[in-house]
């Protein structure tokens, strides 16, 4: 065996051509275990047909009737719910011995994260798509036209993406996939439900009716709702987007300082 | 071969000095003393838990040390880990190739990472999956491969762009002897390159064949550092054969060759007796005590028909120090009176 070495050294990759690279791993990774998409598969369809069946009649007389009201709130929820998936996938991934290979290769530190995220953006795309194609399929009309959809849906993926840094930093700090799973659920159980994806929070109790008020899932929501509607307000469309920016601000930096420390 | 301890910092792959890793309890690491020349294969050696892997972790900058502190290449692992990392590749303990992806894709996107272009990073992957006999499985998926061909395609990945120092923990745990022996080949190809290697091994006859200098490393201490040879004269004892003319003398001549240093026994063979020597003792090297044993046995008119001295074997050396055997050692190889643990050598550095 002769010249198996090159002693040509080229710039390693910068920050974006690296977090790319990593994104195109995780495309590769979907090719090679579509079962992975499961979760991201099973969950909207599942949330979708189960909430518009069974409480449709009971909560609004109509099942039609019902998914004009719930299927943006099903859009947020599917979706929501799928980001606990970002940082039971970093947790296990965390646990290869790849990645020790790549945290001792002369690239952008955070590459192999955010890379990552990219590619769970994929994957909430497709949630949300499989909502929206449900919902059309079974009678949802949006008011707001394609214009709206897309915008509810890049909306709710953005916010997503932000809530994602969450998941993310718990992938780092806990010991193992299934902690990082059940400690997400936990956590996002109330402030899904507590919310008013389902019902209007004008029927709950007092306090229930309060916390849901300023639940930032149901200013998502409203918002979701009114972009399909049409009939957004500026006011409305901002206060998810705030609270996205509040979470990236607090749990980026904690995702980078935990990162370094591993 | 390098025979001298060099001086100079620049001339050291790696320099560490008191370097401690703590988990809670556990002194993984506990004030590792190493100085290793550039250009040649360095063996780290050391039992189950003796703080190898931690140790070359904190190398590749994946751990921060606690204490003291380590130079790799020049650079301080802590302060200038991003140049260390510009210029070291690590294969870990546990394969670090991507098991979901394919051979191919592996070195792939560690070839963009490392800057190729699409085009040459393909080249560049057909280039070692050829060198390395993968070829044929290029399109199979890593976690698919047998364990040798994922442990050379782990390697095969970390030579993409050639390292000055390559980290290489345990490469031939578990691989079959054929398997083995063409790392060791691929492993002297890089080195001929101009790679230093710091490598990591349970066996001892992988770091005789493999290294140059060699650490021995127990609780998470250097125990004794050098060359193979002077390694083999810090401890262990050495071999004596003699074959005698006439298997009659040979009572008479066991009992002329036993005395203090020596202990002697008889072989199968009637006419071989097989002695040890210590080679730590006041009396002088195996070879002087050697020949005066065979003095005395000239001097009483006992002839001999040829005669062999070797060194003691890493093996002893190894159980001599930690006492405990390494991984490979049979139960039978070991001297029952080599059992108790020599005082550890500080011949570090
Ligand atoms: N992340 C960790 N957390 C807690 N303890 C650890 C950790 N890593 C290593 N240790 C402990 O540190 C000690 C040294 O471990 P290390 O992996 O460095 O040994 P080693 O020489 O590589 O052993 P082996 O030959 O089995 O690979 C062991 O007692 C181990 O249990
Ligand atoms: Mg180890």
């Known amino acids: 065996m002769t010249a198996i070495s090159r002693h040509e050294r080229p710039a390693p990759a910068g920050p974006v051509a690296a977090s790319l690279a990593f994104a195109w791993r995780s495309l590769l990774k979907l090719k090679h275990v579509p079962e992975q998409l499961g979760d991201v598969i099973g969950i909207p369809v599942v949330f979708t047909l189960l909430f518009t069946y069974l409480f449709g009649r009971a909560l609004a007389g109509s099942t039609h009737g019902y998914l004009q009201f719930l299927l943006p709130g099903t859009l947020a929820l599917a979706v929501v719910l799928v980001t606990v998936y970002s940082g039971v996938t970093l947790n296990a991934d965390l646990a290869t011995g790849a990645f020790d290979r790549f945290r001792s290769l002369p690239v952008w530190r955070p590459a192999p994260i955010l890379g990552a995220l990219i590619g769970d953006i994929g994957r909430y795309l497709l949630a949300g798509a499989i909502v929206i194609g449900l919902g059309l399929a079974m009678g949802y009309r949006p008011a707001g036209g394609a214009a709206g959809v897309i915008a509810a849906t890049a909306l709710v993926v953005l916010f997503a993406s932000a809530l994602s840094w969450a998941w993310i930093t718990l992938g780092l700090a806990l010991r193992s996939p299934s902690a990082v799973m059940s400690a997400g659920f936990v956590i996002l159980f109330p402030i899904t439900f507590v919310s008013n994806v389902f019902t209007d929070p004008a029927t709950m109790p007092g306090w229930l009716r309060g916390v849901s008020d300023a639940n930032p899932m149901s200013h998502l929501v409203t918002a979701t709702r009114a972009l399909m509607a049409g009939t957004a307000t500026a006011p409305q469309v901002l206060w998810p987007l705030a609270a996205a920016g509040a979470l990236i601000t607090v749990f980026a930096p904690l995702t980078v300082l935990l990162y370094q420390r591993k | ?349």
């Open chain 2, 1 to 349: 071969m390098i025979t001298a301890t060099p001086s100079i910092i620049g001339d050291l792959a790696v320099e560490t000095d008191g370097l401690v890793k703590t988990f809670g309890a556990t002194r993984a690491v506990d004030g590792v003393n190493l100085a290793i020349p550039r250009g040649s294969v360095y063996g780290v050696l050391g039992p189950n838990g003796a703080g190898k892997t931690t140790t070359i972790r904190i190398l590749a900058t994946l751990l921060r040390p606690d204490g003291g502190s380590a130079r790799v290449l020049g650079h301080d692992v802590v302060r200038e880990a991003a140049a260390v990392r510009r210029l070291v590749s690590l294969t870990g303990q546990f394969a670090s190739v991507d098991a979901d992806l394919t051979a191919e894709e592996n070195l792939l996107l560690l070839g963009r990472l490392l800057g190729y272009s699409r085009r040459r990073a393909r080249q560049r992957a057909g280039e070692l999956l050829a060198a390395f006999g993968l070829t044929s499985a290029a399109r199979h998926q890593a976690a698919r491969l047998s364990g040798g061909m994922r442990r050379k395609l782990d390697l095969a990945a970390s030579i993409i762009v050639a390292p000055d120092l390559l980290f290489l923990d345990e490469p031939t745990t578990g691989l079959d002897p054929g398997s083995r022996g063409a790392l060791w080949e691929i492993v002297r190809d890089i080195v001929a390159d101009g790679t230093t290697v710091l490598l990591t091994t349970q066996y001892l006859d992988e770091a005789d064949k493999l290294a140059d200098r060699i650490a021995i490393i127990d609780h998470g201490k250097v125990i004794a550092a050098g060359t193979r040879g002077e390694l083999k004269g810090s401890a262990g004892s050495a071999g004596l054969r003699i074959r005698l003319l006439d298997p009659a003398d040979r009572n008479r001549a066991r009992e002329l060759i036993a005395d203090r240093q020596i202990i002697a026994s008889d072989e199968p063979d009637p006419a071989v007796i097989s002695a040890r020597i210590p080679v730590q003792q006041r009396a002088g090297a195996p070879g002087q005590i050697a020949a005066r044993a065979l003095a005395r046995l000239a001097g009483a008119g006992i002839g001999v028909s040829d005669f062999a001295l070797g060194q003691p074997s890493l093996d002893e050396v190894f159980l001599a120090l930690t006492g405990s055997h390494p991984a490979q050692a049979q139960p039978g190889q070991a001297q029952p009176g080599q059992a108790e643990p020599a005082p550890a050598q500080e011949a570090a550095r």
